[in-house]
């Protein structure tokens, strides 16, 4: 387009950009990913692994925020990533901070923590070999946190395995004897059948016993035990 007698090289720079300013830019896809997270990071505060949605939303965020800084004429939406790194790194604290206290909280005084690791024969040693590490835990107090198996009862249980995952007690496998301890509760009405991780306190005895629930029997059993 000519220009005019009178218009200054200045006017038409001041012209091309508000007609560049009316063109069409897309709102970035990091930066609504990244948004997405945001809103899903409140997720770590159920568990440790969950942390890494918030992780992702800002690193998202940041990969959005340089995106449109890179390409201001083309993308749209600095806010939204903005908002999803300050979502995400809140949620971040503050599910670590959640987990670290349910996690100091849930071991009784006295008690020391007990994992599945530890009672696992040596290599090469037979499958149902029981370990230093059990033996040396025998008659102490101990968490341990795995999964009921499943069986007819589902309310009023006082007399349960906890297996080691959901593979063995949802799955219909069988797990490892070493994978499984006969827990025997404290309180007479017992509890509800549940999916979820428990977490139950106890004294860990070393005995091996037979039991019509699963093949094998077992060699562990949790005693005078409460779920925490």
Same mark, same amino acid.
């Given at each position: ?62 990969v959005a925020w340089r ?37 100091? %909280?849930?071991? =009784?005084? /006295?008690?020391?923590? &007990?994992?599945?690791?530890? #009672?696992?024969? +040596?290599e090469g040693d037979p ?77 860990? %005895?070393?005995? =091996?016993? /037979?039991?019509?629930? &699963?093949?094998?029997?077992? #060699?562990?059993? +949790? ?6």
């Open positions: 387009m000519a220009s005019g007698l009178f218009e200054s090289p200045g006017s038409l720079s001041h012209a091309a950009a508000a007609e560049g300013d009316d063109r069409y830019r897309a709102i970035g896809g990091s930066a609504i990913a990244a948004a997405v997270l945001g809103l899903l990071s409140p997720l770590a505060f159920l568990d440790w692994w969950l942390a890494v949605v918030p992780v992702l939303g800002i690193v998202l965020g940041i995106d449109i800084a890179a390409r201001p004429t083309e993308l749209i939406g600095r806010p939204l990533a903005v908002a999803a790194i300050v979502v995400s790194a809140c949620a971040l604290v503050g599910g670590l901070a959640s987990n670290a206290i349910i996690y100091a %909280a849930e071991l =009784p005084p /006295g008690f020391e923590r &007990l994992s599945y690791a530890a #009672l696992q024969p +040596l499958s149902t070999a029981i370990p230093d590490t059990a033996r040396a835990l025998d008659g102490r107090d101990v968490l341990l946190k795995g999964y009921m198996y499943p069986g007819k009862q589902q309310r009023g249980i006082v007399q349960f395995l906890l297996v080691r995952d959901q593979g063995d007690c949802c799955f219909g496998g069988n797990p490892k004897i070493t994978d499984r301890v006969l827990v025997q509760l404290r309180d007479a009405q017992g509890i509800e059948f549940s999916p979820r991780l428990r977490k139950i306190a106890g004294r860990f %005895a070393v005995r =091996p016993a /037979g039991t019509a629930t &699963l093949d094998g029997g077992v #060699l562990y059993h +949790l005693e005078d035990a409460v779920v925490r």
